[in-house]
């Protein structure tokens, strides 16, 4: 599970990204189950995303698929990438930051907690 920051200014709407960012991104409604939003797609068995308190974080939990991973490497390769594409615009959408700013957040946080 992984705890990703969001942006000053998109707290406020933080819900509602999450949900409209499935089918925007992945045309997959999700499954909602006590603010908790899920789906399937890919790569990934299970892409799990829920608000952290007072919407300044966002929770994400994945499982990955392993019958993607018994595929053959192109096939697989093909739809890992596709997955991740997707997975990465998605983050970008529900925390504001790219994935450039998402990494140097994190190595600062891991920097701290050192």
């Not at 790569?43 to 829920?50: A, D, K, Q, Y």
Request: no cysteine; charged share 35%; glycine share 6%.
């Amino acid at each position: 599970m992984q705890e990703y920051e969001v942006k000053r200014g998109m707290t406020k709407d933080l819900p509602d990204r999450i949900a409209a960012g499935f089918p925007d991104i992945f045309q997959i409604e999700p499954k909602v189950e006590d603010g908790h939003y899920s789906i399937s797609y890919g790569s990934m068995l299970r892409l799990e995303v829920w608000a952290g308190e007072k919407n300044k974080t966002v929770f994400v939990d994945t499982e990955t698929n392993k019958d993607v991973l018994a595929m053959p490497d192109e096939e697989a390769d093909a739809i890992i990438l596709d997955t991740n594409k997707r997975f990465r615009q998605y983050l970008d959408l529900v925390t504001g930051f790219t994935t450039k700013e998402r990494v140097k957040r994190a190595k600062k946080a891991a920097e701290k907690g050192e």
